[in-house]
T-cell receptor
Framework: SQQGEEDPQALSIQEGENATMNCSYKTSINNLQWYRQNSGRGLVHLILIRSNEREKHSGRLRVTLDTSKKSSSLLITASRAADTASYFCATASFSGSARQLTFGSGTQLTVLP | DAGVIQSPRHEVTEMGQEVTLRCKPISGHDYLFWYRQTMMRGLELLIYFNNNVPIDDSGMPEDRFSAKMPNASFSTLKIQPSEPRDSAVYFC???WGLGEKLFFGSGTQLSVL
């Protein structure tokens, strides 16, 4: 079963606009990660935020984490056509029988030139 | 480092045939993961290894699936006999720590006719 669920499933924006994707999860986590997947390629790690962190930045990416709401958001500012891809959140839990890095179903982002 | 290397890139086979997928992780990474990606089920963890030892294979769908890691630089995922429902993209990923950033290979697109 999937731990993280992204919202929306698909997002289409104009180049230059900001894109926001959300991820909700069900159990406690040690960290949450965001990955990008271009069509026909493997996943590429974007950013990792630990459970004791609330916000993290990397270039045009901003990730927030709210452990009380069990949710995270990924903001891509000033989007470019090259940002077109699927974006996945993945949660890492070390407790019980939880598996390593359970991935959500992804958000398909399309940035129109 | 060349990253995680998977072969073959594409595999087309007939039902009942044996399929072997190969993976070379990044040197120095102690963890190796096999994932399967389909439209219906998303990205699923099949099995992972730590220092060449299988730790959790609860995601392996059936006895038809087996995975080995004979040394730190090589792993195989075998399906015998293959079935059409095994058609998917199979990814190998490696990491230096549990729950840490994953480095993915380009995947093997498997089609079982």
């Amino acid at each position: 079963s999937q731990q993280g669920e992204e919202d929306p499933q698909a997002l289409s924006i104009q180049e230059g606009e900001n894109a926001t994707m959300n991820c909700s999860y069900k159990t406690s986590i040690n960290n949450l990660q965001w990955y990008r997947q271009n069509s026909g390629r493997g996943l590429v790690h974007l950013i990792l935020i630990r459970s004791n962190e609330r916000e993290k930045h990397s270039g045009r990416l901003r990730v927030t984490l709210d452990t009380s709401k069990k949710s995270s958001s990924l903001l891509i500012t000033a989007s470019r056509a090259a940002d077109t891809a699927s974006y996945f959140c993945a949660t890492a839990s070390f407790s019980g029988s939880a598996r390593q890095l359970t991935f959500g179903s992804g958000t398909q982002l399309t940035v129109l030139p | 480092d060349a990253g995680v290397i998977q072969s073959p890139r594409h595999e087309v086979t007939e039902m009942g045939q044996e399929v072997t997928l190969r993976c070379k992780p990044i040197s120095g990474h102690d963890y190796l993961f096999w994932y399967r990606q389909t439209m219906m089920r998303g990205l699923e963890l099949l099995i992972y290894f730590n220092n060449n030892v299988p730790i959790d294979d609860s995601g392996m769908p059936e006895d038809r699936f087996s995975a080995k890691m004979p040394n730190a630089s090589f792993s195989t995922l075998k399906i015998q006999p293959s079935e059409p429902r095994d058609s998917a993209v199979y990814f190998c990923a490696s990491s230096w720590g549990l729950g840490e950033k994953l480095f993915f290979g380009s995947g093997t697109q498997l089609s079982v006719l």
